[in-house]
């Protein structure tokens, strides 16, 4: 299983590192402590779903110079050792004792002096992920030192993605493009949605992707509800509009697109929107380019929208995407992040198509230097009907 | 979709609610905070893979008297506005000048007195799913009220299932068990372990899986390296121990045991090991009674295989299950929580077989006043053979 756990040859993950210990000399940090699975796998490639269990904290040490360590269960060992990391360092977890907090006191401490910083993602989108009572008893052990917030530090790196990540990217997107065709053949007036849900994770899986963390969707007259409930027993109707959104995962990297389907001839309300919304994305595909906001992004998909008689939905009409399903920056009117060549985004309008129904579109890509590319393979201008 | 949000009726949540009240007037909590999936799923029935984006936190507070209250993002609103909850707070997320915290300040405020106590899980197996900064600027604004260690409140009852809550997690375990079944049918020599993943999950979403969280395993000769990897492309060789480990969700409710299969006729090195595995279990289930201590689970599942001749594998050797893949106790040496009726637990016991190779066998049972019921059907005694 050697080279499925390491995804990327070490270059990649030095580059990283690389990164991250340039942002760390800038803010003063001595070392970062990353406890995610995303920021893990970014770190070092260790990719395991055994992240599901809540049982056990694991950390990756980066200090300002040198290669990151880990400090992880043993049950990870054999894993962690196929990744480009030498330095590993390992306790039988869980203990009730010490959850490994002596270990990463003593590794940071190696690291840090008594008057240094030590970075831990505390921001937006971030969480810590080990026991608060372990990271009260961390910062005792390890005071005077300080732990400061390295979001930035972290956020900044990871949301310009390499070539490599971006390829990968590319190719969940593929993978979910062709479970998307698959559609028509499952899906029709008189058929449960959840039976909708299970048959596209299915091809989900089919087409080749390794698991699935997410799928949502939606369906019902001139578009759909809300978008985050699981699906119910409830059947397909002709003139319903479905909508299927997927997180399919392939080599540790997401895709998020969906795509809409007219249940029976399209009404005219829902075709029209569907119309507004891709029209909507071409407005702004044709004016992204590094410098641009986040919350520009916002303005000209409402604008958009609004200049072909579309009311925006409300929320953020995109965001980041890569080693989770959703990332940073936001393409809301607050976020004023300047996107930067090789960030993988997400654009999302949405639209409402009467009271309490809305419908989303949602298409990946990738900006360039000089405009962007693709990464989902675009959308159908006019919405697809699925008549049997 | 409403009856799928809901999941069980109100009065099963409102029993869960007085539960953990009853513990806060015990423990002096004014309110208790809840942020991750699994405990918000547990108080309110709010079930939705939209966790899987890290974007927004979300909030449960619970009151020492009275109903929950939901501060959560609006995209969120519909979706828990089908549960029990009446009282359903809103803000617009990702607001990067103020995330929810306000909101969740003010609720915090209209339930704490200004020497108040907020419970919030902060021991083993938990973590706090928000950011750290807006985790300290609740604090400042919310002083001198102080945030306490709400573990135990939380844990004492959680781990005690309702006869509803077994019967979901039975009903998972029969998913999982009918799509072992399927395993014959696609696993065989030549078969590369990804693809063997890849169907067993298909076969989970099948046989009636919501999502498949958790897929596990390993194949190699009399045992495997270790059960967390991810699968990679080297296909099953005669002569291998191969294992499937899942945790599998319906309805919010997980099951976690595996199967063993041996490719070709079994070696007697893993025919021993797997019976030796399966007689553990067997003297497990005759002795297991409420009272019974964590720890005494791992010492008779030890000494049973040592009995047999047979090495145990380090680490531990089962725990709790349920609304999440693994739940606390531990069998290990170190848990001394004392076994109480209604837990719903898994049997993990796992043994040495040769250098670096371990077999594990997986159960999931439910503690009871006189004994132990099975969730998952019993394993064959006989580790069975796929030959073609």
Known sequence: MAERSIIFPAQEFRARVARFQAGMVAEGLD??????PADVFYATGFLTRFWESPARPWFVVIPQAGDPVAVIPSIGAALMGRTWLGDIRTWDAPDP????????????????????NIGLPMGLETHLRMPLADYAALRARLAPRRFVDATTCVQRVREVKSDAEIAKVRETCTIAARAFERVPGFAHAGQPLRDVFRDFQIALLSEGAD????????????????????AGPEPL???????????????????DFDRNFAI????????????????????VLSILRPGVCACDVHRTLCESL?????????????????VTLTEWPSFTPLDETPLRAGMVLTLEPGCITRDGRIIVHEENIVLREDGVDLLSPRAPADLPEIIR
Not at 97 to 116: M, W, Y
Not at 211 to 230: E, F, H, K, L
Not at 237 to 255: E, H, I, P, S
């Open 97 to 116: 004792r010490d959850d490994g907090i002596s270990l990463l006191a003593d590794t940071l401490a190696g690291f840090v002096p008594a008057t240094g």
């Open 211 to 230: 698991w699935v963390s997410y799928v949502a969707g939606g369906a019902g007259p001139d578009g759909y509800g809300d978008v985050i409930s699981p």
């Open 31 to 36: 070392a970062l402590l990353l406890t995610t």
């Open 306 to 322: 609004r200049r072909q008689g579309a009311t925006p939905s409300g929320g953020r009409l995109g965001h980041g995407l890569g």
């Open 237 to 255: 109707v002709q003139g319903d509009v479905l909508m299927l959104d997927t997180g399919a995962v392939k080599d540790g990297y997401f895709c």
């Open 264 to 283: 029976g001839p399209a009404t005219d309300t829902a075709r029209r929107a569907h119309a507004a919304l891709w029209r909507a994305t071409e407005d």
